[in-house]
């Protein structure tokens, strides 16, 4: 219960802070009090009090005023000394006219006294008396800009341009004055070019279109992106401020560019298409990147077909699992490279050897490649005719050097002491 | 089939034994043994015997089994008296190699004269031999080159005599000092040497043992051998050209065809001429005439004709001899030599007189 006690203490507090804050908007000011000669008018804001006629005999003092709005005569009325007649202002306000005294004969005059009421007087920014009336006045209109942000394309590629092009027009009533445009920086944009730009401070017409940028955005990032709105304060004739006006937010879709890639070109070639077998042939692979970007992690796998045996190869290559390799951890534009080795055939047949590339083309993708030798005829080694003769041919001269030579051993025994 | 021992005693021995059984291959390649077989007509056992490790080594067509190493340093350094008491020592060793290979129906056992070890051996082996078997002994005695030295000298005397002495059935000599006077074809000297002796063996053996008509047999060559002084020799001739048989017969008698000097036809007391060769050369009245001439200065005369297809007509003659001037001269010689050596040791003991007299003061010590 305490709590709840301190709690309405504070609300109350605020409260009567806030009252006496908006004492001054809600209090009744006298805006004037002096005289006004016959046919002179007082302008408050886009009212005016024109005093019409000034009636000085004795018994009927008082003067005959006419209230317009801007041109239009939204009342009159005759008011004696003393007498006060009010109208609405503005949305809320109420303004209040009492007439003090007349006098004068040759140029009759009357004081007034002008009561202000329900009305926060910073928004008064006219109240003067306009020497000839209402036809003499000049009013404050509204000036509305409307601001355009154009885009001369709705779907770039990142790293293109975009042409940008902001317009104003003025909508309202009045000439806006002290126009200042504020365009901000985009995001994922950089500023490639300026041809127009005129941010001001500047004046607009009625009805006046300008041109105030015109530059080129280069897009950096891909999305759809909408562009932050261009800004301008203003004021009109009479110096009133109006809220800012804020232009549209062109949307415009960034595709992502093109990565530039590698491309790799490989080449596989047999020192010799036909060789006996128990001989060895080289393998030359040339590897050539005739893309735009440096390829990485390119691995080329040796097949080595059954019936053959890798041999030995250049520094490059190197066995992993008993497979021969070769990885570059990249390679550059326009690189080339060209790596041999041989294989020895160990049966007879038809073959060929496969290296198998694959790499990545730097736009993350990966590619896989493969470049084949033209076929490799290993044909009957050069002593293979001996196997294919019987048995006996050569397994009789063996006898024989065995005989021989077991018999020279013998020899030799016999006679060695 | 004669069974033949051939024992070579002591370097010289060794090497003539391995000559011969280099001749029996034929070929007269190093290679020889590895693809030829010997071609002995009769059943050959050869046996080298030597102190001397690395002589035995070096024989190159003597079978590892066939030679006999008697440990005693390297050789018994030409000192007989070493050289008798090494074979005394080994005597039932020796003995026993020649038991196991037997039994045979003749021995030749080839040696130095001059030599420890091999004119050491062969007296006591020889009489060794005579007592355990009845077959024929015979001994082939090489001289030694004059020049060697009176040491050498000294042992052929009393070797020669000792071998005499020993029981055997014959001395055939060879000579070094005649056989190199004669140059021709000893080249190097021992090897020429050698196989001279080697060739004339072989012919030897091969006429004891032929199947052939009208051929000498062991029991002429017995006959022969026992006639004279006991000493023979062998002569030989080969004819590389169509020669008449007449010729090749004199050659055979001549100095050149002969292993010891001396003139067949004053000196010798029995013989034994083989003829060998192709028939168109064997014209028996040449060859009776030139056999007729000998025997009418000798005594006996074996002749034996052995008829061999497409060869040249080849001669060997063994004879003995009823004296041997050669001989003679070398005995004075050895004479002198003996003397010198005697002298020479006589010396030595004086010498160790002088050091009696230095070892009088053994063990004094000088005053001042
Ligand atoms: N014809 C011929 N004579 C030889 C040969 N070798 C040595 N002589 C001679 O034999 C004599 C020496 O006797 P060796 O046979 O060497 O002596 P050994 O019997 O081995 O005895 P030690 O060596 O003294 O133990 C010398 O007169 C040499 O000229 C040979 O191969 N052929
Ligand atoms: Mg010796």
Redesign the interface.
Known sequence: MMKTGKNLLRILGIVLLLAIATEGVAADSEIFNDTIERGNGYQINNYVIDVADVFTEEDSKGASIYIYRKNEEIDNKFLSVNDTYSFDFEDEGEVTVKIIKTAGSALPRAQLSIVLSDYSLQNLHTNKVINGGHDEATFAGTPILDINKNLDSDTIKSGETVKVTVKVQNTGDDKATDVVFSDPMQENFVLEETFVDQMGPMSIEVDETKTIAVYLLKATESGNLTLKPTTATFSNTVGQDFSQATSNTPSITVEAAEKEKAVLNLTNQASSLTIPRGDTVTSTINIKNTGEAPAETVNINLDIPDGMEYVEGDNEIEIIDGAPQIYLESLGEGQEKEISFSVKANEMGTYNLSAQLSYNNGADESINTEAITNNIHVKEGRFDFLLNLPIYVYVLPILVIIGVGGWVFYKHREYKF | MLNVLIIGNGQCGNRVLDAINKEAFGKKSKFA??YSKQKYKSNVETIAINTAIND??E???????D?VHIPHLHGVGANRNVGKQVFEENKEHITRKVEDRGPFDVAFVITSSSGGTGSSFTPLLVKELKERYDFPVYSLVVLPFREEGTLYLQNTAFSLKEIRESGTDGIILADNQFLKDLGGNVQSAYDGINGMIAERMMFLLDSMDSEMMMVTDLGDFQTVMAGGAGLATIGYYRADKDLPVKTAIQNALAPSGLLFSTNVYEEASRAMVIIKGDNEYLSIDDISNEIEKLSANVGHVFKGIIVRKGEYPQVLVVSTMESASEIENLYNVAIDAIGQEREKKNRIENEKEVDKAFSKIDGLEPHY
């Open positions: 043994k590895f035995l080594k024989l190159e067509f003597t079978k590892a089994k030679r």
